[in-house]
């Protein structure tokens, strides 16, 4: 994150905004949705569940509605292990976007790899719709699954294939 934070191209598109000295958890997120998060009176909340999404963790909203739910669902049913049956089904959503976000990473470690982050931070200089999708994967706002669907549509896949494909022979092919 500090590489990240400190690293020109995405400096300059913080406008100016302080990133010395920001307080963000060094270790280790979840990588999956967590088996086993109810049982009898007992339900896990928050990180434990696993349902964190890669880049922007969103640890403590997930806190906050894992907790709410729990509740919810201990008041409405009961604390038995078949009361508390309905708890994960809420998050069923969030699971169904782990794929979605494994595949985002995947291509972005790529991109980090082959050099080609900085191909995508100069086009989201001039490029507003590029710039509002990659505000979403750091936001945590939608989807990967719809931030997948908006980067491989016909505009912004071709523009970005253009971009990649030019700039990999240098990156590959370099004496």
Same mark, same amino acid.
């Given at each position: 994150?500090?590489? #990240? @934070?400190?690293? $020109?191209? $995405?400096?300059?598109?913080?406008?100016?905004?302080?990133?010395? %000295? +920001?307080?963000?958890? =060094?270790?280790?997120?979840?990588?999956?949705?967590? @088996?086993? +998060?109810?049982?009898?009176? #007992?339900?896990?909340?928050?990180?434990?569940?696993?349902? !964190?999404?890669?880049? =922007?963790?969103? %640890? !403590?909203? /997930?806190?906050?509605?894992?907790? $709410?739910? $729990?509740?919810? &669902?201990? &008041?409405?049913? %009961?604390?038995?292990?078949?009361?508390?049956?309905?708890?994960?089904?809420? #998050?069923?959503?969030?699971?169904?976007?782990? @794929?979605?976000?494994?595949? *985002?990473?995947?291509?972005?470690?790529?991109?980090? =790899?082959?050099? *080609?982050?900085?191909? &995508? !931070?100069?086009?989201?200089?001039?490029?507003?719709?590029?710039?509002? +999708?990659? #505000?979403? &994967? /750091?936001? %945590?706002?939608?989807?990967?699954?719809?931030? !997948?669907?908006?980067?491989?549509?016909?505009?912004?896949?071709? =523009?970005?294939?253009?971009?990649? *494909?030019?700039?990999?022979?240098?990156? /590959?092919?370099?004496?």
């Amino acid at each position: 994150m500090d590489k #990240f @934070l400190e690293y $020109a191209p $995405a400096h300059s598109l913080l406008d100016g905004l302080p990133v010395a %000295g +920001i307080d963000y958890y =060094k270790g280790k997120y979840p990588i999956r949705p967590a @088996l086993g +998060i109810i049982g009898d009176r #007992f339900a896990a909340a928050g990180d434990a569940t696993g349902l !964190i999404r890669p880049y =922007k963790g969103k %640890g !403590i909203n /997930v806190a906050l509605q894992t907790g $709410a739910r $729990a509740a919810e &669902v201990m &008041v409405r049913n %009961g604390v038995s292990a078949s009361d508390l049956a309905a708890y994960p089904t809420a #998050f069923d959503h969030l699971r169904a976007d782990f @794929l979605y976000g494994r595949l *985002f990473r995947m291509l972005v470690i790529l991109s980090i =790899k082959t050099g *080609f982050v900085e191909q &995508v !931070i100069s086009m989201a200089h001039s490029d507003t719709h590029l710039r509002n +999708i990659l #505000f979403k &994967v /750091v936001s %945590g706002e939608g989807t990967y699954r719809d931030v !997948i669907r908006e980067l491989s549509g016909p505009g912004e896949f071709s =523009k970005l294939g253009y971009r990649f *494909f030019r700039h990999l022979p240098d990156r /590959v092919f370099r004496t």
